[in-house]
């Protein structure tokens, strides 16, 4: 699925949510624990066995030996970089580089780090992985047989396709259902008038459901048989009710400009913000 995986990581419940998710994910792949300091300390500061920056190394270590300890066949390094947390997280951004960090419901804004490198044209993927969320937490969600596993929102667009490979590769690895999901929405104008235009509704109707035959079809070369679900709604409303019973989402970023990038409202964005499992955003080159 993924040949590194970065986390960013500063010591908090919600770092140690996401790393704990990232290393039961990680498969072969690569872990990097990345611990971010914004500026340089004095030379005497720095090297002080008390000081703030110690402590962080501290933690750092400790967190690197916990998940070495917990999963023996990964291989876990650590780095510690300089500079803002966005910035130096996005640098490690790429093809085969998914980047992990937490986020707590109570204190993230809706411009958290997490939305901020969502909105990347690097390649590679971004998950946001809620406090509460981490390694484990999805289980209760796919044991009781309706469960949907692994969701991934299409809607037949070539990066489409490799959304629906990290939501199958994800999904295999855990033994988990994958769900694709496709959302469509009627014109306002037909369903005010819905006897009106019952032809074109069905119509309609029946080209969104041909687009998700096809995007199932395309899925057939992974060894995971998905399931899927056409819903008549907005694709925020319908992957966050999707969500409630999944143990991840995972989404497109479509955006061009840097507007749009950073529109409020886009789908990525409300699921980054309001979902409670971890959500997964593909990025585009």
Known sequence: MFERIVVGFDGSPDSDGALDWAAEHAGSARLLIV??????????EYLSATSERTGHRVELIEAAERVRAAHPSLQVDTATEIGPVVDVLRSYLGRGTLVVVGRDGERSGRWSAGVRLAGSHTGGAVAV?????GAGAGATRTTAGAGLGVVAGVDGSLPGEEVVSVAADLAEAKGETLTLVHAWLAPSMWEAELESYEGEFAEYEQMHRDTLAAVVEGAEEYEVTPQAKLVHGRPADVLLDAAEQASAVVVGSHSGSAVARFLLGSVSHELLLRAKVPVLVVLPD
């Open 35 to 44: 611990h971010i300091e914004r500026d340089r300390e004095s030379g005497s």
């Open 129 to 133: 992985v809620p406090t509460g969320a």
